[in-house]
């Protein structure tokens, strides 16, 4: 039943065109960033858009430019099994550490189009 509801929606995605993608992805955008959630928080977890995924670039960019603190999940490489995330900068990936708390997730689920 998941499965199928998961392949269902892919195809439904993979059905719209360039620019209702990208309609999409800065409604949602503006939706977030204008939320109170967004206004009041610093630290952000978001994840990277793959395949016909809602376009996550235009939301990261915002939450980089306001704010500058966007962390990503990411398996760690030495248990493979453990779920990091890591501060994304201009330049540099930084490890999240303890003394850091990420204060809104922001997943796919939310965002099915």
């Known amino acids: 039943m998941k499965t ?19 309609q999409a992805a800065q409604a949602c955008t503006d939706i977030f960033i204008n939320h109170s959630l967004f206004l009041q928080q610093h630290n952000f977890a978001c994840f990277f858009s793959h395949g016909s ?3 996550t670039s235009p939301l990261i960019n ?9 962390y990503f999940p990411v398996i760690d490489p030495q248990t493979s099994q453990d779920l990091l995330f890591i501060r994304y900068q201009s330049e540099r990936v930084e490890s999240l550490h303890k003394t850091h708390s990420i204060d809104f997730f922001l997943f796919s689920s939310f965002l099915v189009l």
Do not use: M, V
């Open 4 to 22: 199928t509801l998961r392949q269902q929606i892919k195809t439904k995605r993979q059905e719209l065109d360039d620019s209702t993608r990208r």
């Open 53 to 55: 995924e809602l376009d």
């Open 62 to 70: 915002e939450i980089l430019h306001q704010h500058g603190h966007c």
